[in-house]
T-cell receptor, first 113, second 110 residues
Framework: DVKVTQSSRYLVKRTGEKVFLECVQDMDHENMFWYRQDPGLGLRLIYFSYDVKMKEKGDIPEGYSVSREKKERFSLILESASTNQTSMYLC????????????FGPGTRLTVL | GEDVEQSLFLSVREGDSSVINCTYT??????LYWYKQEPGAGLQLLTY?????DMKQDQRLTVLLNKKDKHLSLRIADTQTGDSAIYFCAEYSSASKIIFGSGTRLSIRP
């Protein structure tokens, strides 16, 4: 079974802190994605990566950065957390091509105080 | 731009059929998906349909695709309490990206 794991289920941080969210997949997928999920807004793509050291901006990249140093790991970084970044963060991965099915991690609920 | 729309809530009686509807804008989408999100969990793919198909059936699930109207529906027969979840409609965009709708929260009445 494909497994996507995220480093924390719940996280509470203070405004201005630097926050790292880690995601690891074990199926050698080329593609990895970071979304945030907010009520009524569905999933919005923050950043994605096609390969190691490659990254592309999604729809809402402002205030975020990413790092992909190894194929299995994709990190989301909030350089200076703000209260409007309180959200559920979901990581996903997929093979390139075929059905492009994305496999999701369980999510990290981040609260910024 | 690309957009996927679906209603936010649906309530059905246990044992009835649930029908969740979705409209999308990109007529060139090759794949359309239904994902399920249970409370406190990530999304899980329920089923997908290739754009050259009109219908796909998998046990209690039936997906109907109307390409002319860009309308996708998911029917769940004999709805059970375990079907309570948020259901996301999604379309394949480009370069491995998927566009998700806002999700329909399905609640089951006894």
């Amino acid at each position: 079974d494909v497994k996507v794991t995220q480093s924390s289920r719940y996280l509470v941080k203070r405004t201005g802190e630097k926050v790292f969210l880690e995601c690891v997949q074990d199926m050698d997928h080329e593609n990895m994605f970071w979304y945030r999920q907010d009520p009524g807004l569905g999933l919005r793509l923050i950043y994605f990566s096609y390969d190691v050291k490659m990254k592309e901006k999604g729809d809402i990249p402002e205030g975020y950065s990413v790092s992909r140093e190894k194929k299995e790991r994709f990190s989301l970084i909030l350089e200076s957390a703000s209260t409007n970044q309180t959200s559920m963060y979901l990581c996903a991965s997929s093979f390139r091509g075929v059905s492009n099915e994305q496999f999701f991690g369980p999510g990290t609920r981040l609260t910024v105080l | 731009g690309e957009d996927v729309e679906q209603s936010l809530f649906l309530s059905v009686r246990e044992g009835d059929s649930s029908v969740i509807n979705c409209t999308y804008t990109d007529s060139s989408s090759t794949y359309l998906y239904w994902y399920k999100q249970e409370p406190g969990a990530g999304l899980q793919l329920l089923t997908y349909i290739f754009s050259n198909m009109d219908m796909k059936q998998d046990q209690r699930l039936t997906v109907l695709l109307n390409k002319k109207d860009k309308h996708l529906s998911l029917r769940i027969a004999d709805t059970q309490t375990g079907d309570s979840a948020i259901y996301f409609c999604a379309e394949y965009s480009s370069a491995s990206k998927i566009i998700f709708g806002s999700g329909t929260r399905l609640s089951i009445r006894p």
